[in-house]
């Protein structure tokens, strides 16, 4: 099956069922077809999109998206998909490293993309608006103006009636049904490329992972431009034919309201999303008895959030581990059971690898496969894997060999098949010879109650090449001071794992997934 045939399959067969809940606006899977197709007609007849032409997206997570993507991929088109809080740089280094020849983007957007589209291969522009496909305003978009965006194409102007008959472009299920930029944690972003296979096969995983089907609610907690949103959420509400909560961009008491409303049932999210709604002041007063099929994936889950989580709500939060040249989750907790947790490290199981794909864990120092509890890098194989990046063929020869994607990503397998992730190679310390993992000394941080979130790097030491620093937010209120914080970690670890320095922030920078950008903080400890 292609992306494509996920939205046309849903629209024969549940023509009159809501796909689309647009705050408090419902859109059926035939009206949302009908779009598409209407899109993908003016597209390849008005526009001249061909066959593997890119399409970029920089949009937020309103309906327009999904249907664009539908169209794109009617027409055998690519998508790539562009964070709306990317600058004009950042946007410009994608458009030329995609060779993008159309940008549907928000009108807020507009003239960012016009500026950033000087020079590249940018044909045209068509602009979205916000406040398009609504039946009545929300409040959280109150405040939020149409712009004007000379030049541009409307995109409702191109939503006429449905061409009598549109045949759709037939590609391979190996072909690129996007082009996928990393969060660039490690360096320049690049394109990973997601095939129709490995986006039907981890949409596939999720839906099984689930049991999704008819009563289910899909809740678009991450952004559809991530990997996250784009498999996750948009492609397994389309393959489970579960209707698909949008809210623009991501905020807490929003999104509790529209899983009371609608019923929401499943979500996947970062962890920071997740201590939002606790901490949001509606959290008491929302029905979400609904939600039972609750995971988190893209950054590190600490077991005392699984467990306020779990307190605060009786469902319980499943580990997963993906990355975006995966197709999101390669590594799941199943429904029903609890990760076990790691003696050594402390960390939680992100689970077993999914449905017909093969995860190992190979030693960091000479390759061989590493012993049960040994760390090592991860390793994986199976339909869900990227065949590379775009126009990097030496990166890709050297991420991928034999099929076994290098994630870069440290962990280790028990005995009994369950799966561990340390940390990234790059962000290990060493203090006196001696290996220490960030992420083993943010989960005894995040256990101090004053904590709101907390990150680890090494900074330099004369004497002990490195030592443990840690950027830390306190709650509002709270008043935990550094040699407390300090003494904490010293209560739980050994003394050279423990932070040498608190360094109290306003917040810590991260990606979308919500991974704590370690590279900006050591950058920040060596200037």
Request: proline share 6%; glycine share 10%.
């Amino acid at each position: 099956m292609t992306g494509a045939e996920l939205f046309e399959r849903a629209a024969r067969e549940r023509p009159g069922d809501p796909a689309l809940l647009y705050f408090d606006t419902a859109i059926g899977f035939g009206e949302s077809a009908e779009q598409a197709r209407s899109l993908a007609a003016a597209l390849r007849g008005e526009l001249g999109l061909r066959p593997g032409d890119r399409v970029a997206l920089m949009l937020q997570n309103v309906p327009q998206f999904p249907i664009a993507v539908h169209a794109v991929w009617l027409c055998g088109g690519v998508i790539t998909t562009v964070n709306p809080m990317n600058k004009e740089r950042e946007l410009r280094h994608q458009l030329t490293d995609s060779g993008a020849s159309l940008v549907i983007c928000l009108e807020s957007l507009f003239a960012v993309v016009e500026a950033a589209r000087q020079g590249t291969g940018v044909e045209h522009v068509i602009a979205v608006s916000e406040l398009e496909m609504l039946e009545e305003i929300p409040a959280a978009l109150a405040g939020h103006v149409r712009a004007a965006c000379p030049g541009a194409i409307p995109f409702a102007g191109l939503l006429g009636a449905p061409p009598a008959r549109f045949d759709p472009v037939e590609v391979s299920p190996d072909s690129p049904a996007l082009l996928t930029y990393t969060s660039g944690t490690t360096g320049v972003p690049k394109g990973a490329i997601n095939t129709h296979r490995n986006v039907v096969h981890t949409a596939g995983a999720m839906r099984g992972w689930g049991s999704l089907g008819s009563g289910d609610v899909t809740v678009a907690m991450a952004p559809l431009f991530h990997i996250t949103g784009l498999v996750c959420h948009m492609s397994t509400a389309r393959l489970s034919q579960t209707p698909l909560i949008l809210l623009y961009r991501f905020d807490a008491g929003e999104i509790l309201r529209l899983i009371e409303r609608w019923r929401g049932s499943y979500v996947i999210g970062p962890l920071t999303a997740f201590l939002a709604m606790l901490d949001d002041p509606s959290f008491a007063e929302r029905d979400l008895s609904s939600l039972t099929k609750v995971a988190s994936g893209g950054a590190p889950v600490y077991a005392a959030v699984v467990e306020r989580w779990e307190q605060a709500t009786g469902t319980y939060l499943h580990n997963t581990y993906g990355l975006t040249e995966t197709a999101a989750p390669s590594h799941l907790v199943p429904i029903g059971r609890r990760s076990p947790v790691d003696p050594d490290t402390g960390a939680l199981s992100v689970g077993f690898p999914i449905v017909d794909t093969e995860s190992r864990v190979i030693s960091v120092v000479d390759g061989n496969e590493a012993a049960a509890g040994e760390e090592g890098e991860i390793l994986t194989r199976g339909p869900g894997v990227t065949p590379g990046y775009w126009n990097r063929p030496q990166e890709s020869e050297e991420a991928i060999v034999d099929g076994w994607l290098h994630t870069g990503d440290v962990g280790k397998r028990d005995a009994d098949g369950w799966f561990y992730l340390v940390d990234r190679i790059k962000d290990m310390i060493i203090v006196s010879g001696y290996k220490v993992w960030p992420r083993e000394v943010e989960d005894v941080l995040y256990q101090h109650p004053d904590l709101v979130e907390a990150a680890v790097v090494g900074a330099p030491d004369d004497y002990r090449g490195e030592s443990p620093v840690a950027y830390v937010v306190l709650r509002e209120g709270a008043a935990a001071t550094e040699e407390e914080l300090i003494a904490h970690c010293r209560e739980l670890l050994a003394v050279y794992k423990s932070p040498r320095r608190a360094v109290f922030i306003d917040e810590i920078p991260k990606t979308l997934t919500g991974k704590a950008l370690r590279r900006e903080l050591r950058e920040h400890e060596r200037a």
